[in-house]
């Protein structure tokens, strides 16, 4: 009895080897010819690679079709190979969170999880801090706003009383509004007459070498307006204009309060412009 227990149990083995040596032969025809419900279903029992990988080719053209979409909208920097490759894993995960018990069709539930995952890889791209974005976006719909309510574009002032924000903190706003951008020096720039493209790097200008004239005109009017000012005067104008220091920045490398700091500089300006109004009457024709 005990021989044909153990017989019977090797054979039991054999007999689910060999099921389990048919089960990976299984073709993309044979699983192409069965229900894809009934698929699905054995997907979420079993979770073999054989299905999933068979998921992954059935819905691939997913991918591609969101990834185009999003690309047709970026520039030329964007690899849409990248997005696609970020698009797959989108897939990937939406194959191994579907529920047939939400009826809902894949195709529906995957679109969002593709596009999802192309869009981060696009933050994950991006080199402007979320923060400045976020500034960004707030400046140009208030701008927007006021553009309809009014159908001239907004000055700063009218932007500053709508966002309800003044002083260096608009100023703050307005910088990071006008974010530098980048681009590729190999993209086409305009098309020529002849047979080669003209590019970014054919024509952009060379910054390597300062102008004489203008440094020597920076330097005349810096030497103007300090020109008869304390050495703390002189200091708050320097880092205010042409350090991009603020108040507050200023006031702790001097040791001075900020308040201090915005009534020396107001001081200092009333004086510059009765100056200039002084030096201009003189430079007038007379009789």
């Known amino acids: 009895m005990a021989a044909v227990r153990v017989s019977s149990r090797a054979h039991a083995r054999r007999s689910h080897a060999a099921g389990r040596d048919r089960d990976l032969s299984v073709t993309h025809a044979d699983l192409e010819a069965r229900p894809t ?3 699905w279903r054995e997907y979420a029992e079993e979770r073999t690679p054989e299905l999933r990988n068979y998921f992954v080719e059935k819905y691939l053209h997913l991918v591609r079709y969101n990834a185009e979409r999003v690309y047709t909208r970026l520039p030329d920097e964007v690899d849409i190979e990248d997005l696609m490759s970020a698009g797959l894993f989108g897939l990937m995960d939406a194959i191994d969170a579907y529920d047939l018990a939400r009826q809902v069709k894949f195709e529906t539930y995957c679109a969002p999880r593709i596009r999802g995952a192309i ?3 696009l933050r994950s791209m991006d080199w402007v801090p979320r923060l400045v974005r976020y500034r960004t976006a707030r400046i140009e719909e208030a701008r927007q706003q006021i553009l309809m309510d009014t ?3 907004p000055t700063d002032k009218q932007i500053s009383d709508f966002l309800g924000i003044e002083g260096e903190e608009f100023d703050k ?5 006008s974010p530098v951008g980048t681009i590729s020096i190999t993209r086409k720039c305009f098309s020529s007459d002849g047979t080669r493209e003209v590019r970014e790097i054919d024509v952009i200008k060379d910054d390597r070498q300062s102008d004489p004239f203008r440094e020597a005109q920076r330097k005349d009017l810096k030497g103007l307006i300090t020109k008869g000012l ?3 005067e002189r200091l ?7 350090e991009d220091m603020t108040m507050k920045e200023i006031g702790a490398t001097l040791d001075l309060s900020e308040s201090r700091v915005s009534q020396m500089h107001s001081s200092i300006l009333l004086r510059l412009k009765a100056q200039m109004q002084h030096r201009m009457r003189e430079l007038q024709p007379t009789g």
């Open 37 to 39: 419900v009934e698929l």
């Open 119 to 121: 869009l981060d890889e």
């Open 151 to 153: 159908g001239v574009q």
């Open 173 to 177: 706003y307005k910088r990071d509004g």
């Open 230 to 232: 304390s050495r703390a």
């Open 236 to 242: 708050i104008l320097v880092l205010y204009y042409y």
